[in-house]
């Protein structure tokens, strides 16, 4: 109500309750349609975004049958306290004997004697690998210490071999140690001296003192394993890497004369497929309880979903449905449809799976099972066709993206509508207002007019005298 209103002083009618019941009878049916769309909307915005959640888990269930990675993988067992193992999908089923012989070993050398602040003299220490892959050089002064030529080693340029460290008896005696950074018989250290002045030569691997030469501490070597009792494999390191197809095996201890032999078995492992297809018929199920509970029959009201009737759901439970029951290249000259896997559905939609059909199909054909659900970039398999009818609803600004945006849009212009309506009501309340106080005055003035009459008859004689 804008201004100031009158309430029929003049005339004696209630004004403010004519102008605000015909006010209220002109806004009742707009504001209960507005009422019912913007009810409508927010609704089916609710049913949109539910199915959408419900997809993305369908989307996210299906996921690992989208990738090779997840077919035909290998379980592989037998580690102990001599090895760890692991396997990829090229790794053939069989059991194996194995027998760790030795671990691999770094090389380690170590000086004679020196004192705290004795100088070794000058010249350069060059160190390499034992297969000459790696090399480096050392420049000494006549200045420098043993601490002085334990730094310059490990903080050399190029050093990707050795490490130096100082060993200090309990007497101060003072001693070099030198060790490989890798181990194996290829990456032993060669150390050699040139232009050495001092003790420096005694690092040298010329030097034939048993009194002053360098001292073997541990011997570079190769790890060692045994399969079957028949065939020996060596590695620099203690990884053996598809010394066996498909297998990584770290050794960890050597076996002794009276140790057993450690056992390794290779089996097919298709847990993948059947947790996936378990997850995925359980996700389908759950979808399908959302969309025929939206999609219900009878229009919006008591008996019908939110989106009953609605096209773009129709469709999509449709292609879902025949994308099910649909063959899909297995192998040369074959096809699989998802029942032969063992999902089938019921009468009602509603899917199940039998394990014990999958198994069969992987027992006879594994590679056609795997063609089945990822198909070629030319003839995608079901899981990738799958997928990607999900994704095109799924997406952002996919197809239920744009039907919450067209929702939205739709609430708008209600709230616009609504705000338009609001100000008509107003000009109305404003306008009757006016037209009520004009003829509240235009009485008052006819009944001072009447009055005034009256008072004049009265003094008329005998005006009031029938005779």
Do not use: C
Not at 364 to 384: H, I, M, R
Not at 405 to 428: A, W
């Amino acid at each position: 109500m804008s201004g100031i209103s009158f309430t029929g002083l003049g005339s004696g009618l209630p004004v403010n309750d004519i102008v605000t019941g015909l006010v209220q009878a002109e806004r009742q049916p707009f504001e209960q349609r507005s009422n019912v769309q913007k009810t409508n909307l927010d609704t089916s915005i609710s049913a949109v975004g539910t199915l959408k959640s419900e997809l993305d888990k369908l989307q996210t269930a299906l996921e690992d049958l989208t990738s090779e990675d997840n077919f035909q993988k290998r379980s592989v067992s037998g580690a102990d306290n001599f090895f760890d193992v692991t396997s990829d999908k090229s790794a053939q089923v069989g059991n194996f004997d194995l027998k760790v012989n030795n671990l691999a070993t770094a090389h380690k050398v170590i000086s004679s004697n020196f004192t705290n602040e004795e100088t070794l003299g000058a010249g350069t220490i060059s160190i390499a690998t034992a297969d000459g892959s790696k090399t480096f050089d050392v420049d000494i002064t006549d200045e420098d210490t043993l601490k002085d030529v334990r730094d310059k080693i490990n903080n050399a340029d190029g050093n990707d071999s050795a490490i130096a460290t100082i060993i200090t008896d309990s007497n101060g005696a003072q001693r070099l140690v030198m060790s490989a950074k890798n181990t194996g018989v290829d990456n032993a250290l060669d150390i050699s001296v040139s232009g050495a002045s001092g003790r420096l030569a005694e690092f040298d691997k010329g030097n034939t003192d048993p009194a002053t030469q360098l001292t073997q501490l541990t011997e570079a070597r190769d790890a060692s394993i045994t399969v079957d009792g028949s065939v020996t494999l060596t590695s620099p390191s203690n990884e053996f890497k598809n010394a066996i197809q498909g297998l990584t095996i770290n050794v960890k201890k050597a076996h002794d004369v009276d140790d057993d032999i450690s056992q390794i078995s290779i089996s097919e492992n298709n847990n993948v497929v059947k947790e996936t297809l378990t997850k995925f018929v359980d996700a389908y199920n759950a979808y399908r309880e959302v969309a025929n509970q939206v999609g219900k029959a009878g229009g919006q009201g008591e008996n019908g979903g939110v989106l009953s009737g609605d096209a773009m759901l129709r469709s999509l439970n449709s292609s879902l449905r025949n994308m099910m029951s649909a063959t899909y290249e297995s192998a040369t000259d074959e096809t699989l449809t998802l029942s032969q896997l063992g999902v089938t559905s019921d009468r009602y939609g509603k899917l199940s799976f039998d394990e014990e059909k999958l198994d069969e199909q992987l027992e006879k054909n594994a590679d056609a099972v795997q063609n089945f659900f990822l198909g070629t970039k030319d003839k995608p398999g079901f899981a990738t066709s799958f997928n990607d009818k999900l994704e095109n609803y799924t997406r952002t600004n996919g197809l239920l993206d744009s039907r919450v945006d067209s929702y939205e849009n739709q609430l708008k212009d209600l709230e616009e509508s609504t705000t338009e309506f609001n100000e008509k009501m107003e000009r109305l309340e404003a306008r009757l207002f006016a037209q009520y106080n004009a003829m509240d005055s235009l009485v008052a003035g006819l009944n001072a007019s009447s009055q005034g009459a009256l008072a004049q008859l009265a003094n008329v004689p005998n005006y009031g005298n029938r005779s």
